[in-house]
């Protein structure tokens, strides 16, 4: 799987938007990005993922640069129980059912 | 959606006990699952792959006769840590997708291991 890179932390305000980045400029054209988070002493859960257009769904929406080399995950309004470890990963559509690689992702606190 | 479930959440026991955690997926089978380690302030690493039906593949580093990873069904896979050791204390946890080809997995719920 392509590497990605994100900052190692992130802070926000409750009720304001947040904009979690994530840069992958070696991503292959079958790539899939996906995002996930996890909360303190939980599993990961799935957040979204895209390939080339915007996604939007019930928990965030994703943001696809026309180049594919970064995209951004747009928490519209944060709550303190979105206060987690966000991971941007790509996975290969062709890679048949293999497992996630993770890196070191994004730390966002939300403040009251 | 799919719900993947670990059990148990958490575990205590000595140095030296065998300790198993179950991973079940309760409305899909999955014929491959997965199994990550997660110590303090890191991120998940991956273990191993879970295979029903044939042996797990490890990544290298992880001790097989250690972790014994068993998939007998399509909804259960079993780690056991076997001869546990304070160092083995972690934060294990298991996916799986029932949906091949670059789409969503899911997460167990994680097992949290203390060996004293």
């Known amino acids: 799987d392509a590497k990605t890179t994100q900052p190692n932390s992130m802070e926000s305000n409750e009720e304001e938007p947040v904009h979690l980045p994530c840069n992958h400029s070696?991503?292959?054209?079958?790539?899939?990005i996906h995002w996930y988070r996890q909360l303190p002493s939980q599993g990961p859960e799935y957040v979204i993922h895209?390939?080339?257009s915007n996604v939007n769904n019930r928990m965030a929406s994703l943001a696809i640069a026309e180049d594919r080399k970064s995209s951004t995950l747009i928490l519209h309004r944060a709550t303190l129980r979105d206060a987690a470890v966000y991971y941007c990963i790509l996975r290969d559509f062709n890679s048949g059912n293999t497992p996630l690689v993770f890196g070191k992702g994004t730390r966002l606190s939300v403040i009251a | 959606g799919a719900v993947v479930s670990q059990h148990p959440s958490w575990v205590i026991c000595k140095s030296g006990t065998s300790v198993k955690i179950e991973c079940r997926s309760l409305d899909f089978q999955a014929t491959t699952m997965f199994w990550y380690r997660q110590f303090p302030k890191q991120s998940l690493m991956l273990m191993a792959t879970s295979n029903e039906g044939s042996k797990a593949t490890y990544e290298q580093g992880v001790e097989k006769d250690k972790f014994l990873i068993n998939h007998a069904s399509l909804t259960l896979s079993t780690l056991t840590v076997t001869s546990a050791h304070p160092e083995d204390s972690s934060f294990y946890i298991c996916s799986a997708s029932n949906r091949p080809r670059a789409g969503e997995l899911f997460f167990g719920e994680g097992s949290r291991l203390t060996v004293l």
């Open positions: 070696t991503i292959s054209g079958t790539d899939y």
């Open positions: 895209g390939l080339t």
